[in-house]
């Protein structure tokens, strides 16, 4: 009885279940990054988010009627991401929890899920723990985001892992319904993403037209018919579609503010060394599954690099298809892990070794060693990487100031565009222009009233403003100030 009692707790000690913990806990602590030092919301998209939430509330409705930050109707991602700020307004006002603390603990909480779904996945693969590790190494910058900001693509990333899971093992109705439904929660909270895991889906649907023609269709038809419901029920997506569909036929070029790091220095050298030995691995063991993991990849490569050299495709796939890239990497990377994991020495080395601790167990020294050294660099890298801070303490407190004083009869700002989408996220006023506000022209005109000591009392009237909010000198007598840096229109 005591020795079975053992057996069963070595066999549990080596079970993957145990090496999900600290890799859990790493996935957990890498996304973190971003807000260890800071009480705020980090990203600018991050602000924007949490300002049309507070919309929906306010609202009490998943389609926001008024752009928050600049008034009049939503514009852009205001509808096409609704179900992204629907969930997280219904789960602050049910849980409680203040929005501070969901920006800054969530991210890594979705993280996490993100890495045990890929184990999910992986796991009848054989490489479940190789590629859940891998993907904690997703790097998060303001470029690109990633799994360190609570946004949409963040979200969005275990859905497409749990999707390709559902794909690849089962072939029944309630797997196409479920797919479907996975689908349509893409669409609802970020449509690059559900575009995105159609993207890595086409070559698995093509492969098993020969043989499994139903499979195929079932997919087919669980992806598409989600497109078309959307497009029914939201005529006005129409629109965007047909445009995003012509500019797949033009030469696009890069926006200038936002910068796209190379793949293989962001993501690691040993992560994309291990991705490429997955790949031929995974060739050599052929399989529907595994075909479709490597060419899913090769696709989104191939996007990725015929805009950054052609300048063809859209910019939203390329810029938002990195996150795409690098967790399908991750995936392909556990397989390279996992070979090195078994490797074993020839028969020729054996023989002249003649130590059965080596010979066994070189294939596991080897794969401690890669991690090591994998994590000795990739952590560092992730601790340094940049991230900017749009607001400080100063600026929170004046416009909680402003929120808790200042009635409706004080509507709109002006101050640093800058710092317009916090102070619409914190205040819930409006604000004459913010840094990705639109005609982005507004931010010049912002700066150059601010740096003229906020003289030109006109176009306050002109543009309906009531508020500055300003660090510098404002020497206008029409402005009075109510508290330090807070002024308001007589």
Excluded at 127 to 132: M, S
């Amino acid at each position: 009885m005591v020795t079975m009692h053992w057996q069963s707790l070595i066999k549990w000690a080596k079970s993957d279940y145990l090496k999900l913990v600290p890799i859990l806990g790493l996935a957990f602590y890498l996304a973190f990054i971003p807000h260890q030092n800071v009480p705020y919301p980090v990203h600018v998209d991050e602000w924007t988010h949490l300002a049309l939430s507070n919309e929906i509330i306010k609202e009490a409705n998943a389609f926001v009627t008024t752009d928050p930050l600049q008034g009049g109707p939503p514009v852009g991602n205001q509808l096409l991401e609704a179900g992204f700020h629907t969930f997280w307004a219904i789960f602050h006002q049910v849980s409680g929890i203040d929005w501070f603390t969901i920006f800054k603990y969530f991210p890594s909480v979705i993280f996490m899920f993100t890495v045990l779904s890929v184990y999910i996945l992986a796991k009848r693969q054989g490489f479940g723990w190789e590629a859940a590790l891998l993907t904690c190494l997703i790097p998060t910058t303001i470029g690109v985001l990633g799994p360190g900001f609570l946004v949409p693509l963040a979200m969005g990333l275990p859905f497409i892992v749990l999707s390709l899971f559902v794909a690849f093992n089962f072939r029944s109705w309630w797997s196409y319904l479920l797919l479907a439904v996975f689908t349509l929660f893409l669409l609802s909270i970020h449509s690059a993403t559900a575009v995105g895991l159609i993207v890595i889906l086409i070559p698995y649907i093509i492969i098993n037209l020969k043989g499994s023609f139903k499979h195929s269709a079932g997919i087919a038809l669980a992806l598409v018919i989600p497109f078309v419901a959307s497009l029914i029920i939201f005529p006005e997506i129409w629109n965007l579609f047909v445009s995003t569909v012509k500019s797949l036929l033009t030469q696009q070029s890069f926006p200038s503010r936002v910068n796209v790091p190379d793949i293989i220095t962001t993501y690691g050298y040993i992560p994309v060394a291990l991705c490429l030995l997955g790949a031929v691995i995974l060739m050599i063991k052929r399989g529907k599954t595994n075909y479709g993991l490597v060419l899913g990849l090769i696709i989104l490569l191939l996007i990725y690099f015929i805009f950054q050299n052609f300048g063809y495709g859209t910019w939203m796939m390329y810029n938002r298809g990195f996150q795409y890239i690098c967790l399908m990497m991750s995936i392909v990377a556990g397989a390279g892990l996992m070979t090195v994991k078994d490797f074993t020495l020839p028969a020729f080395f054996q023989r002249w070794i003649k130590s059965p601790a080596i010979i066994n167990n070189v294939g596991r020294v080897l794969c401690v060693v890669v991690i090591v050294v994998m994590l000795y660099l990739a952590i560092p890298a992730r601790q340094q990487t940049y991230y900017y801070r749009m607001i400080d303490d100063a600026d929170y407190k004046a416009f909680i100031w402003i929120r808790d004083n200042l009635g409706s009869e004080y509507q709109k700002a002006i101050l640093d565009p800058w710092k317009g989408a916090p102070f619409t996220a914190i205040t819930g006023k409006n604000v004459y222009a913010w840094i990705m506000g639109r005609p982005e022209r507004d931010d010049q005109v912002a700066y150059a009233f601010i740096s003229n000591a906020c003289r030109d009392t006109e176009f306050l009237k002109k543009n309906g403003i009531s508020i500055v909010y300003t660090r510098e000198a404002c020497e206008n007598p029409d402005l009075v100030e109510v508290a330090k840096n807070i002024f308001l229109l007589k």
